[in-house]
């Protein structure tokens, strides 16, 4: 229930900031921009939320996140539409994108992801080595005696 949230969340938010992106500044129709919001929101959440996020760090995320956003975007955007520069209008929705995914990022890892103390995939494992006294170089007062 926690994901079917989250996504839910995600899917309305992304929505509505593609909408005012796409639809408003360069004439998507709303099909479209629901089409592109449902492919980028699924990709998006399985590959930059569940798989990278518990991975890494927000940051990296975050960037993972962009870098998707943008080539998903670029390449609906140069399929549907007859504008004159596809890469102008996916670098503004990735980069509008990656802003919200950045406060998104927050809220997954508060209340959908597991903690790492209970995750074995993300706890940090100390490995440490045993020494010996044998591989000391102690020499006893006797010892010295007898070499003497």
């Given at each position: 229930?926690?994901?079917?949230?989250?996504?839910?969340?995600?899917?309305?938010?992304?929505?509505?900031?593609?909408?005012?992106?796409?639809?408003?500044?360069?004439?998507?129709?709303?099909?479209?921009?629901?089409?592109?919001?449902?492919?980028?929101?699924?990709?998006?959440?399985?590959?930059?939320?569940?798989?990278?996020?518990?991975?890494?760090?927000?940051?990296?995320?975050?960037?993972?996140?962009?870098?998707?956003?943008?080539?998903?975007?670029?390449?609906?955007?140069?399929?549907?539409?007859?504008?004159?520069?596809?890469?102008?209008?996916?670098?503004?929705?990735?980069?509008?994108?990656?802003?919200?995914?950045?406060?998104?990022?927050?809220?997954?890892?508060?209340?959908?992801?597991p903690d790492?103390?209970q995750s074995?995939?993300?706890?940090?494992?100390?490995?440490?080595?045993?020494?010996?006294?044998?591989l000391l170089?102690?020499?006893?007062?006797?010892?010295?005696?007898?070499?003497?």
């Open positions: 229930m926690k994901h079917g949230k989250a996504l839910l969340i995600k899917f309305v938010a992304t929505l509505a900031l593609l909408y005012i992106i796409l639809d408003l500044m360069y004439a998507m129709t709303f099909g479209e921009v629901f089409a592109l919001t449902a492919v980028l929101g699924i990709v998006a959440y399985l590959v930059g939320d569940m798989f990278v996020l518990p991975r890494t760090n927000n940051t990296i995320a975050t960037l993972a996140d962009f870098g998707l956003a943008w080539l998903i975007i670029y390449l609906f955007a140069d399929g549907t539409t007859i504008a004159d520069n596809p890469f102008t209008i996916s670098l503004i929705g990735a980069i509008g994108v990656a802003a919200f995914e950045m406060f998104f990022h927050r809220y997954l890892a508060n209340n959908t992801l790492e103390k074995p995939a993300t706890r940090n494992l100390q490995y440490q080595t045993e020494t010996s006294e044998e170089a102690i020499v006893s007062d006797n010892e010295k005696k007898k070499d003497e």
